[in-house]
């Protein structure tokens, strides 16, 4: 499949790694044309790479994945431009994190609203779906590296989007089992207010390769 | 010991009586003297439980269990009286959800802020130890409802204060391995965050029996 991965952090790397690992033609799209962060990784990861704006990767992709920091993402998909987004699935994996007030971050939206739900209403003719933000980037691709059974969250407004998702994370090693279905795109507004707890969490297990499994029921 | 339950809901009630069941000597406080459902509470729950003011049970406790509306705790606090609460451990149970706008719920207070930090801040000379807000009420004295191990995550300023709390809650039937402390009173702050997360988990799973369990490293 083609994937437009918008972002160049940590983030960004990571699923771009991995898609071109599994087979997909992966473009990394960046503010500028000729990012050298960009350009760079399509340099070292294969034949299918490759690098362009956030425009190209949009345009370029059949599904689009939002890695940029939440705090940057809405002006990056507008920058994407709504009809190279129209129809198409957006994995949404950032975080509003703001650390212009130093540590611990705020969230530059929350409570009453999230980054998932803006993105699904600045761009109602794509298909919004809000996972992974709430597990670092080594564990999104790598749930293996937690031990025992964690659970991956995942919410939107469309089933058929849910599903094409469901599939991509069990490609990366998440069990069908550990796949959590929160409901519609508001969803978002617990997993990205989940952020606060995880830093704690953190900072109490001295790794970030942590997760929370949900129990129910006796 | 004698225990201060501030607040005549069903968590409130749920905690009075599992500490009435410990041999503990419990007074519930209400906002007024009289209050039907703490007097109903006092005359059924034996011969060492008993109902007041806030005032009343905060003066009368060794320890006081803050189990009033978030929303209202730091008025039935003020109400309690800071020379009621001085040295004392104040265990906050409590969750600032706001309903007056509709389902979901919003927080009062969050992102830069959180009830346990102003409780805390608003009585400096009492011991804060945030815990037991991120379960439903039968969780909380009766973690077995949930299958399988679970984490309850606790917070606050004086180690002294959580050591206490957790022989409390070790006597509630939580596991001692399942007790995390994530730190100073400022973890308050994503153990209340979270309560966004845990409604739509309650809507996934189909139970208020839930909760996580935290998984670290490999």
Redesign the interface.
């Known amino acids: 499949m083609k994937v437009g991965v918008l972002g160049t952090g940590v983030v960004g790397h990571t699923l771009a790694d991995k898609l071109a690992s599994l087979g997909h033609e992966v473009m990394m799209g960046a503010r500028q044309a000729g990012n050298e962060k960009a350009g760079a990784w399509a340099a070292g990861a294969g034949s299918s790479a490759s690098a362009g704006t956030f425009a190209d990767a949009a345009g370029n992709g059949a599904l689009i994945v939002n890695a940029t920091a939440g705090t940057a993402s809405l002006a990056a998909l507008d920058a994407a431009g709504a009809a190279n987004l129209a129809g198409k699935v957006i994995v949404d994996v950032a975080n509003p994190l703001d650390f212009s ?1 130093g540590m ?1 971050p ?2 530059s939206v ?3 609203d999230s980054l998932g739900e803006q993105i699904q209403h600045r761009f109602p003719d794509s298909r919004v779906v809000k996972t992974l933000n709430t597990v670092n980037a080594d564990v999104m691709v790598n749930p ?8 991956m ?1 995942l ?1 939107g407004n469309d089933t058929v989007a849910k599903d094409e998702v469901r599939a991509l994370l069990e490609s990366f090693g998440w069990p069908p089992g550990d796949l ?4 519609d795109i ?2 978002s ?3 990205e ?9 953190w ?3 001295g ?1 970030g ?10």
């Open positions: 007030g611990p705020s969230l929350c409570n009453t293996a590296v937690v031990a025992g059974s964690h659970t969250f919410c959590l279905d929160l409901g508001g969803g507004r617990g997993m207010m989940y952020l606060p707890l995880w830093l704690r969490l900072g109490a297990t790794t390769h942590l997760n929370v499994r949900v129990a129910a029921g006796e």
